[in-house]
């Protein structure tokens, strides 16, 4: 047993292991400086942040001391420790945000270096709605915040239909993984437009003034745990300063010089959350 002084605090990092929860691990990590870079803690102990006091098992840090991240558990899934048994342990939170509060469990809590929130992740199968600039939304898996405070990115829990520079789409990225919450599917620039959005139900054709046209859509293949099912890689369309770029085409259309039709994936499929015929989910 040792501590570590830091600006939280002096913290105890995990010095024994004999738990069924307990992560064999590096109990603490550090910079090629020196700085202390993540630790382990031995027991869950409670951290003062710029946003309140959360227990914490696991902490990183910013090469300065700042706190990056705080994970309230650090256990370890095994067929001895479920993830439904470490969610029981887990205990919900208030956060207050320009955009909605809730009270929610998490998994993760991201903070920028001046020490303002960046982002949150959310336990798999957890929902949460806040809003939007388009309104109320369905969000999991996390949310990201801008410096001021103002939505950045979530992930939608269900397909929406979203009104666009080029019309009406329906973002939903069936592919979405909820290791964490920083890298979402849907984005506003600071001014609250659309930046990008994943869609899967949609393809668009783009139409030249001679009228050329070229389309795209997502991707369909076969589902790595069922043979019998097709997904979608979804479509991914990024907006800025009234231009559209489509997925990974070089090309990047003036909307104000080309017309965009919107049209529905013609193949059915089913995407991975199962969706029944009554759901928005289901596609055809």
């Keep these: 047993m040792h501590t570590i002084s830091t600006k939280y605090g002096d913290l105890v990092p995990q010095y024994k292991d004999g738990t069924v929860r307990r992560r064999y691990t590096n109990a603490v990590t550090r910079y090629s400086n020196g700085n202390i870079k ?128 080029i019309g009406e789409i329906t973002a939903y990225n069936p592919q979405a993984i909820g290791i964490h919450g920083d890298m979402n599917s849907f984005n506003f620039h600071e001014d609250g437009s659309i930046k990008s959005l994943m869609t899967s139900n949609n393809m668009v054709t783009v139409i030249d003034q001679n009228k050329k046209q070229v389309t795209r859509g997502p991707s369909l293949k076969p589902s790595l745990l069922d043979d019998n099912k097709i997904e979608a890689t979804p479509l991914r369309l990024e907006f800025n300063q009234g231009h559209v770029k489509i997925d990974n085409d070089v090309n990047q259309y003036e909307i104000a010089k080309y017309a965009f039709l919107i049209n529905n994936v013609p193949t059915l499929f089913y995407t991975p959350c199962n969706a029944c015929s009554s759901c928005d989910a289901w596609v055809e």
């Design 38 to 165: 993540s630790i382990a803690l031995h027991e869950q102990t409670m951290i003062q942040t710029p946003i309140g006091v959360f227990p914490a098992e696991l902490l990183t840090f910013y090469e300065n001391g700042n706190l990056k991240r705080l994970f309230p558990l650090n256990g370890k899934i095994s067929a001895y420790w479920t993830e439904e048994d470490e969610y029981d342990l887990a205990a919900e939170f208030e956060f207050k945000f320009k955009f909605g509060k809730f009270n929610k469990k998490v998994m993760a809590i991201y903070f920028y270096e001046s020490g303002s929130i960046k982002g949150l992740t959310f336990w798999p199968n957890d929902s949460v709605t806040i809003q939007s600039p388009l309104g109320e939304v369905d969000v999991r898996i996390g949310i990201t915040i801008y410096p001021d405070g103002r939505l950045k990115s979530f992930e939608p829990n269900k397909p929406i239909a979203v009104n666009t520079p």
